[in-house]
């Protein structure tokens, strides 16, 4: 299992970016995936995630209306649109797989929570 971003950059305030998580060794369209940051000094916190069958999505309050999960089944991708970016959305982004569950809730004990690398995102002026 590997999952590798990428996209990450600098932009300006206002400005959008897209993180793209290319996933191999599993099928990210059955089972939940998500992203989270990170920044010094500070725990790792959920952006957004897909959570469930139905592809319900959950964000955090700071990103609600501003971010977009979502993924290409076909390229196996997870994806993270960014837009209207602020100060405060600088950090380390990684995507993560959570293989211990499908998402029709089907345990498995051999699975595990992996995470990508992480990319950098700077949003300054």
């Known amino acids: 299992v590997q999952l590798v971003e990428s996209g990450g950059g600098s932009v300006q305030p206002g400005g959008s970016l897209r993180l793209s998580c290319a996933a191999s060794g599993f099928t990210v369209s059955r089972f939940p995936v998500s992203w989270h940051r990170q920044v010094p000094g500070k725990e790792r916190e959920l952006v957004a995630e897909?959570?469930?069958?139905?592809?319900?999505?959950n964000y955090a309050d700071s990103v609600k209306g501003r971010f977009i999960i979502s993924r290409d089944d076909a390229k196996n991708i997870l994806y993270l649109q960014m837009n209207s970016l602020k100060g405060e959305d600088t950090g380390v982004y990684f995507c993560s797989a959570d293989l211990r569950v499908t998402l029709h809730g089907i345990h498995n004990g051999a699975g595990k929570v992996y995470w990508g690398q992480g990319t950098q995102v700077t949003v300054s002026s």
């Open positions: 897909i959570v469930n069958s139905a592809d319900h999505t």
